[in-house]
């Protein structure tokens, strides 16, 4: 004979809220139905199974339990809890004769499945974690600023860990699971000892097959998520059998805020790249189409790439395919929550269904209404580009250093490297959020920190190589510099010098890189002369390769570039290399004459030809340059 306990257990494997014969209704992959607690009328009562077994919830009153509890309370309130129980157990049908047959080997759902001892430990960890978070106000306040309550993250089996393992090996040691079997399955469990929100991943079948954690803040985003336990990381979270129009997206929290607004069938790829085993799984699932959300990239030519590999794996699958690209800065989660779910799926629905030929057509639509949506944000009275505090009169002309691929060169020669140094000083200083990447071909890196130095400090190159025996100067030399390294420790400079290996592909792969984690970057290379090219062997003339390779990297990247290098002046005219004259979106040319030192920017591309013109002054000392 079974206790009554033991039934319960095995009653909760065989119940189902559909055998409670009341309305139901689908809410993302939960049921809901009317609340029979506190308003009949009202559909605020979830039945979710993310302990492993059905339970209910009202999201209004806050009743919760599982179906033999509801049972009770909703058909056999007016009994004893003894006489109410009996009666549930016999309402699902508890036979000790049948239960003792569930209870076998043979019939025990975790025997059934592959690893399914891995299974119930996991569960294990799920509800513990669960029952820990409604204790911590940690989890709550994290919840709350996404817009969460607890009652709604457990839905989903959301929980918290502290980071100590002890307490949870206690409790698995009450269910009968001992420590070597907890520590075999979840090995990552004493590894991370942090306090992190659980998110558990289920496959198509419901099992769980990994225990996600998230840092309760955003402090480390390298280890921003981890597993608990080892295994396949190609399961589409929040997977579901017979989903025939899977939506992917990127984040845990993009899907499982699409699911709590009750949009079905949301997956996510837990920020991996979508790849052909994604898809086979879906397809296995039912899908028949798929919608992929994507965050939009600040490199338009490498996300187009990408979505053209998913088009060709959907049709290699026979797959329907469509893809969305979320507006600037926005994601799943954020827009869900600003604009909702009907927003949404309108611009799902919206979105024309992709083969190679309307691919085009759509990505081109979403960019003409992008580019009006970013004019139509930015105010007449403000630089479109990053701002030159010390060239005025230039920055107003230009409307700013905007993206694009832009050329230096003086003469005197030696007035190049000043004018760079000084722009990127101003350009630092101007411009919180931009982080600029100065690559210098022509001298090794220390003399580029001696030259930013002096002119921080106003004194002379030779001044700041060695201990001055003036303390005031020896001061302002000790503060410039420890203002250089908080630029560097803030990630908004970086200085470069020439390796032994440094090539345009080599710097093509650093930049994409870089360009991922920081979107406000600009690039100053000076010494193009001396970039080493590795490609292009089809062009002879090295300027004409050289000018193509940055073009390339301009066209891939969309940021700003700005080269320094030699130009050839003669009759009054910029005569070459004709290649940097051809594909830069401007020339600027300095010219020293009489003692006055001369800036002029001419173009073909910006829309006029001759852009700006205008006398520059040179601190006599450091020679950091500004508008006159």
Known sequence: MLTNDAKMAQMRKLTHPRRLGIPLGHWGRNLIANCPFHAPEEQSLFFYDALGYWRYRCLQCGSEGDLIEFVKRSRYNGLDDTAAEAEALEFWGGHDKELENEDSEEHDLWAKEVGGEKARVLELFVRYCHWAASKSESSAEFFGKRGWS???????GLGYYSGDAEPFFDYCALAGMERHQVSFYLDNLEAFKEPRITIPARN??????????????????DDLYISFASGNLDIPFNMQQDNENPIIVEGIFDALTADLAGISGVVSTLYQELGL???YKLKASGAVSLTVVLRREPSRRNQEKRIQKYLKMAETLNLRFKTLILPHGKTVDLLLREKGADFFMDMIRNTEEDTTHTHRRSVLLQDIRENFD???SCPPDVSVGYKLPSFPRLTEALDGIQSGCFFLSSQPYGLKGSALTSMALDLIEGNDNLKVIYINLESPRRQIFDRIISMMTGESILSVKKQSGNKETSNKVLNATKTLLRYVRENRLEIWEDYTTFDNVELFQILKDEVKEHQNILVILDGIDHLRISDRPDITD????????????YKALDIPIILGGELIYADNHLLGPRAYLRDSEAIFWIESKGGNIFLSIDSKRIGKEHVFEGNLIADPVSFRMKEE
């Open 374 to 376: 970013i004019a139509m």
């Open 277 to 279: 085993s994604h898809l």
């Open 150 to 156: 607890i009652g709604q993250a457990q839905l989903y």
């Open 542 to 553: 090295i300027h004409e390769r050289r000018s193509s390779v940055m073009l390339d990297i």
């Open 204 to 221: 198509a079948k419901g099992i769980i097959h990994a225990v996600y954690g998230r840092y309760i803040d955003n402090s480390n985003d």
